[in-house]
Structures are given as structure tokens and as C-alpha cells.
């Protein structure tokens, strides 16, 4: 490749890798509002099921089937924009990762051929090297420490949520409320099956979304050399 034609690669990927950073950017600070909204929808049906108590209780099935279906239906929303912006910003942070060895190759191949990865080889001087940076500080650990964490937190609240359905589902039939005691059972019983099956497919699709990106990453870990 002739100087010529490597200065306008070069430059041809540093714009390709600038808008992908600004989009990067973007996306972490879309995460923000999207946790406002989770909290928010949830206080607001609180408050409502608060103030409207004494109206529900002459529809008692009503109170499960808000704890049973229509909170975690709020939750797994919450989880599967959640998951859009984790997935693409892991993406986006492998095929960065490749932009940057691919402008360290062109610019210093002479100087980096002698190393092998980049733990051996001063990644603070490599032109542009942020995603190598966050790689070796252990971005991706993170990333995985972050999704476990909203895995079991949705979990708990699953589990939480349906648990006060059913126990409203119990303190009314004992109460002896005018209700199907068939239709509460199997308001339960589906229940408890829809949101496990959501919840393992649900999080085993991001996680082998963002296993996929990782491994990518790690594919490229060494310095490219061409």
C-alpha cells in the first residue's frame, strides 16, 4: 500500500471510528432516562393502587393479576430495552477494539511487530487505544459482573411480585370473596411458568449476545501485525 492510499485509509477509519465513539456515548447515556422510566412506571402504580384501594377490593382479582401480570410485564420491558442498549454498545466496543489495531498496524508496523499482545506492548502509545485500555482494565469482566446483576435483581422481583399476588390470591379465597377459586389457581399457575420461561430466555439471549461480542474481542486481543 502506497503512502498515499494508507493516508486515506487511515483517515477513512478514524471517522468511521470517531462516529462510532460519539454513538457509544449516546447509547451509555441513554440508560440513565430508561432507569428514571423503570422507577417511575412502578411508583405510579403503587401510588394508583394505593388510592384506588378501596375501589379494587370490590374486584378483588384485579390486585393478582396487577402482582401476577402486568408488574413484571413492566420489568421485562424495562429488561428488554435495557438489553438493546448492553448488547449494541458491546458490539459497538468489539469492532472498535479491531479499528484500533487496525490503525496501530498502519501507522506503527515497524515498531509494534516486535510485541506479541497487548500486555506486552505499551498501549499508551498506540495512536488511539481507549477500547484497549477498558479491555485490559477489564471492561468485559465488568460488563458480565453487570449483567448477573440485573439478572438477579429482575429475578427477585419476579419473585417478589408474584409472591404478593399470591398471597392476595390466598386472603381473598379464605376470605371467601365471590370469585372463581379455578380461574385465581390458574391465574397463578401461569403466572409462575410465563415468567420463569421469560426470564431464562429472555436472559440467555443477551448473554450469548454479549458472549459473541467478547469473544470477538478476544479474537483481535493480539496487536494485528499486517
Same mark, same amino acid.
Given at each position: ?8 485509509? /487511515? ?5 468511521? #471510528?470517531?462516529?462510532?465513539?460519539? @454513538?457509544? &456515548?449516546? %447509547? ?16 405510579? %402504580?403503587?401510588?394508583?393502587? !394505593? ?9 378483588? /382479582? %384485579? ?5 401476577? #401480570? ?14 438493546? /442498549? ?13 479499528? @484500533? ?18 500486555? *506486552?506492548?505499551?498501549? #499508551?502509545? !498506540?495512536?488511539?487505544? $481507549? *477500547? ?8 468485559? *469482566?465488568? %460488563?458480565?459482573? &453487570? +449483567?448477573?446483576? !440485573?439478572? $438477579? ?13 399470591? !398471597? ?5 379465597? $379464605? ?5 372463581? &377459586? ?9 403466572? #409462575? ?9 429472555? +436472559? ?16 483481535? *486481543? ?5
Amino acid at each position: 500500500m502506497d503512502t498515499e492510499t494508507k493516508k486515506l485509509f /487511515i483517515n477513512a477509519v478514524l471517522e468511521e #471510528y470517531k462516529s462510532l465513539r460519539a @454513538e457509544i &456515548t449516546k %447509547i451509555v447515556d441513554r440508560q440513565y432516562p430508561i432507569l428514571y422510566w423503570g422507577i417511575s412506571s412502578i411508583a405510579i %402504580i403503587i401510588a394508583a393502587l !394505593i388510592n384506588s384501594w378501596h375501589n379494587l377490593v370490590n374486584v378483588p /382479582i %384485579i390486585i393478582p393479576f396487577l402482582f401476577l #401480570y402486568i408488574l413484571p410485564c413492566l420489568l421485562t420491558a424495562y429488561v428488554v430495552t435495557w438489553s438493546h /442498549i448492553i448488547i449494541k454498545m458491546t458490539k459497538l466496543g468489539s469492532y472498535l477494539f479491531l479499528l @484500533e489495531n487496525k490503525i496501530a498496524g498502519l501507522i506503527m508496523d515497524k515498531d509494534f511487530q516486535k510485541h506479541t499482545t497487548i500486555y *506486552e506492548y505499551d498501549i #499508551y502509545s !498506540i495512536p488511539i487505544a $481507549w *477500547e484497549h485500555i477498558i479491555w485490559r482494565a477489564g471492561s468485559h *469482566e465488568f %460488563i458480565i459482573r &453487570t +449483567f448477573n446483576t !440485573i439478572k $438477579w435483581a429482575i429475578a427477585g422481583c419476579y419473585i417478589f411480585s408474584n409472591l404478593l399476588g399470591t !398471597i392476595f390470591s390466598v386472603i381473598f379465597l $379464605w376470605k371467601g370473596v365471590n370469585e372463581p &377459586t379455578k380461574y385465581i389457581f390458574l391465574l397463578l399457575g401461569i403466572a #409462575y411458568i410465563l415468567w420463569i420461561l421469560v426470564w431464562r430466555i429472555l +436472559f440467555g439471549f443477551i448473554f450469548n449476545e454479549i458472549e459473541k461480542a467478547i469473544n470477538e474481542k478476544k479474537k483481535y *486481543e493480539y496487536l494485528s501485525k499486517s
